[in-house]
């Protein structure tokens, strides 16, 4: 009986996948493909709205309300006049740069009481995306059977750029065309681009990241994760460099915001741009990351993060200076963590290596499928145990060297000696030795050498006892008698002596002398040269250079090689598993486009007896402050609220929601997106998932994965209620 019932329901499961197609929440999908694909399901599940209500290239949609902020994260527009919500963690670094000790805006928040108190942010930006087309066959129509995977690289990336160029000749639109399923097809991006994004309003850092590193990627979460920037354009409403005179950019479309109450179930969507997910690695391919490259980035990190806390406890003016560098380092440190034990939590190796077994049965099932795709795993597998040693070399030398302060400094400056060396026209020179020097400056205000020796110490000493190729004889004979006052001795030197080279520099620019040779056939006295180009006996610049030489000599080719061959074999790969798995609808991996999420507000049970549910409020809050604890401080003027529970409009059964959780597929970059209702009311603002779910960018398990918002109605009530910067409300459109 309970045989039969079985059997019959796997009959009729079947069936239905056939018709829905699209199972569970997993999805980051792409807007233009809404309609053929995922309107029917999405409608099923709740929404009201037609996929063409949310991206259209006719009408305004609600695509035109969602920017790519920074280039990092995303944002959502919330009123008439530019207003946009992203996160805190997004706009942190704008805070500080505005910050000084004396006036600290991370301590205590920033809220401008009118438009003129908004502050103004150099580099920053937000792009829309005006269209994107599928332009597939244009662009594989010059790739001919036979090319290697250079040329083949070499021929898409010409197509490429005569179609990027044509797109958007006598506009000031930008395009870019992407690769989606590993390169198995190609659309094209349309994008504008705003360059005046100022500061409105930041809560206090113990708003913005309440709970700090202890409860980042973790749920329960009482964060209010959120700041609010405007846009500004020029009187055309078109972008513009900032000026006092630009005025607020009038969108097409803004986000209406929803007051009504949410449940447990509810239809959300997320839309933004989530920037990396490889969800079809083979076996071999993930478990080279959970049990080699996780391990060594959270080695070398933790290592970073001790020197660098050590540094900032000692001072108040490191530990501002440092704030966002910290934290973003940490960040990842902690995903990584989460990530190995998500992985193998899901059992994702095992699971990748089932679903291969079972591709093999197909392939041998057919005699045309074996033979177009003969070997592919066998070479796949071959060719990630050839890749770990140089990837994980490329993993150190990005992690444990770059990193270093010093070496970015001399990296820079070895590109001016370069030039020098090779010769080069006296105004060129004039124009790259004032932007070195501007560079310098900023450099040089908050250069902390002695943390700097301190990280070195470290990491110099991770990737020569990995690589000790990198170095010259003499150099490893030094480093071996006493490595560590080899790495202290880089430090001897003055850095700051290249200043005073610069001046040299200077002085060769506007001097009459003599140069020497090398302008081939130009006027001789025009150029300038040296011939060591400058720096070459300081030990740290030798260092330097040395070591990234020899690395792109000996590592980085054959990384790069085989990187290739991956790419290839990869996308011979995706484009098989969709050959096999007919009925499963297959979205592109994440690649930094706008793409929509949809799922529902729901808890999880990550542990045996442990059952989380989907919402916090004010009271847990409150509940977790620690005055002696950084990360748990309650700001007196919350608390004050708290007591007096003042929550005006935004209490909900006596207390302020504060976040919630829901089964919105979401990777990094999609911080501050949108999170959307049934009707695409704004219910919250996406800022995080939970630990073990961040294996969902390789691995998306639907018991597990679970992406975290701040609730509306706690990011009202704070702007109102905390900052009383109510106008700020009164300018958007509530509904309830
Ligand atoms: N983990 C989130 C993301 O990847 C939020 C990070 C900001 N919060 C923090 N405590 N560092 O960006
Ligand atoms: N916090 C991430 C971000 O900054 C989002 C995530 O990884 O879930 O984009």
């Not at 065309?177 to 005046?196: A, L, M, P, R, S």
């Not at 005025?247 to 741009?273: A, H, Q």
């Not at 790495?487 to 002596?497: E, K, N, V």
Request: glycine share 6%.
């Amino acid at each position: 009986m309970a045989k039969d019932f079985s059997l019959r329901f796997l009959l009729l499961c079947a069936f239905c996948v056939k018709l829905t197609v699209a199972v569970a929440d997993e999805g980051m999908w792409v807007p233009m493909f809404l309609a053929k694909y995922n309107e029917a399901d999405m409608q099923s599940k709740g929404l009201k709205l037609s996929a063409d209500d949310i991206y259209s290239v006719n009408h305004a949609s609600l695509k035109d309300a969602v920017v790519q902020f920074g280039g990092g994260c995303s944002a959502e527009l919330i009123s008439g006049e530019g207003l946009i919500f992203t996160n805190y963690h997004c706009g942190r670094s704008r805070v500080q740069s505005h910050s000084t000790l004396e006036q600290n805006y991370i301590e205590k928040g920033y809220w401008a009481m009118n438009r003129s108190e908004e502050l103004s942010n150099p580099g920053l930006t937000v792009t829309f995306l005006v269209r994107m087309e599928d332009v597939t066959s244009e662009i594989l129509k010059n790739v001919l059977p036979g090319m290697t995977e250079v040329e083949r690289y070499t021929a898409i990336d010409k197509t490429s750029k005569q179609m990027e160029k044509k797109m958007v000749e006598d506009t000031h639109y930008e395009a870019k065309v992407k690769e989606f399923f590993g390169g198995n097809e190609y659309y094209i991006f349309i994008t504008e681009t705003y360059k005046d994004v100022r500061l409105v309003g930041a809560p206090p850092v113990s708003i913005g990241e309440f709970g700090g590193d202890t409860d980042n990627w973790m749920w329960p979460r009482h964060t209010g994760d959120f700041s609010l920037f405007r846009i500004y354009a020029d009187s055309l409403n078109n972008p513009a460099e900032y000026s006092p005179n630009n005025k607020p950019y009038k969108p097409k479309k803004y986000f209406e915001v929803s007051m009504k109450e949410l449940k447990e179930g509810d239809f959300t969507m997320v839309f933004g741009f989530p920037g990396r997910t490889q969800e079809y690695l083979t076996s071999y391919a993930v478990k080279q990351l959970v049990e080699e490259e996780d391990p060594l980035k959270i080695s070398i990190r933790e290592k970073r993060l001790a020197v660098m806390e050590k540094a900032m406890d000692a001072d108040p003016q490191t530990k501002l200076n440092l704030h966002s560098k910290y934290a973003g380092i940490k960040n990842y440190y902690k995903k990584f963590i989460g990530e190995s034990i998500g992985l193998k939590k899901v059992d994702a190796v095992q699971r990748k290596q089932e679903l291969e077994k079972q591709f093999t049965e197909w392939l041998n099932a057919n005699e045309s499928r074996k033979t177009k795709y003969t070997n592919l795993l066998p070479e796949l597998e071959k060719t990630y145990a050839e890749f770990a040693p140089y990837n994980k070399g490329v993993v150190l030398y990005n992690e444990a060297f770059t990193t270093l302060d010093f070496v970015t400094y001399v990296n820079s400056f070895a590109k001016l000696s370069d030039l020098l060396k090779k010769g080069v026209k006296r105004e060129v020179l004039s124009v790259e030795v004032e932007k070195h020097t501007k560079y310098m400056r900023s450099f040089f205000k908050n250069y902390n050498q002695s943390l700097d020796l301190e990280s070195a110490k470290h990491q110099i000493k991770a990737i020569i006892n990995y690589m000790p190729e990198i170095l010259t004889e003499k150099q490893k004979k030094k480093y071996r008698k006493d490595n560590e006052k080899y790495i202290t001795t880089l430090f001897s030197g003055d850095l700051l002596d290249s200043l005073k080279s610069v001046a040299t520099l200077n002085a060769l620019i506007e001097s009459e002398g003599p140069a020497q040779e090398g302008g081939g056939g130009k006027n001789k006295s025009d150029i300038v040269k040296s011939e060591n180009g400058f720096g070459a006996y300081d030990l740290a610049f030798q260092f330097v250079s040395t070591v990234t030489q020899n690395f792109k000599e000996y590592v980085y080719p054959n990384y790069v090689k085989l990187d290739i061959k991956l790419d290839s074999l990869n996308r011979i790969y995706t484009q098989a598993l969709r050959e096999f798995q007919t009925d499963k609808l297959f979205y592109p991996d994440a690649n930094s486009t706008l793409r929509l999420s949809y799922g529902k507000i729901e808890g999880y049970a990550p542990n045996d007896s442990v059952v989380y549910t989907p919402f916090t409020t004010i009271d847990g809050l409150i509940a977790k402050e620690n005055p002696n604890d950084k990360e748990f401080i309650v700001p007196a003027k919350l608390k004050e609220l708290y007591e007096k529970k003042d929550y005006g409009q935004y209490a909900v059964n006596g207390t302020v929601p504060v976040c919630f959780i829901a089964s919105n597929h979401s990777t990094g970059g999609n911080s501050g997106a949108p999170v959307l209702n049934t009707q695409g009311q704004l219910i919250g603002t996406n800022f995080d998932r939970n630990w073990e779910g961040t294996a969902a960018d390789v691995m998306y398990d639907p018991a597990m994965a679970r992406n975290i918002s701040v609730d509306i109605r706690y990011t009202l009530f704070i702007i109102d209620k905390f900052a009383g910067a109510k106008y700020l409300i009164d300018e958007m459109t509530i509904v309830r």
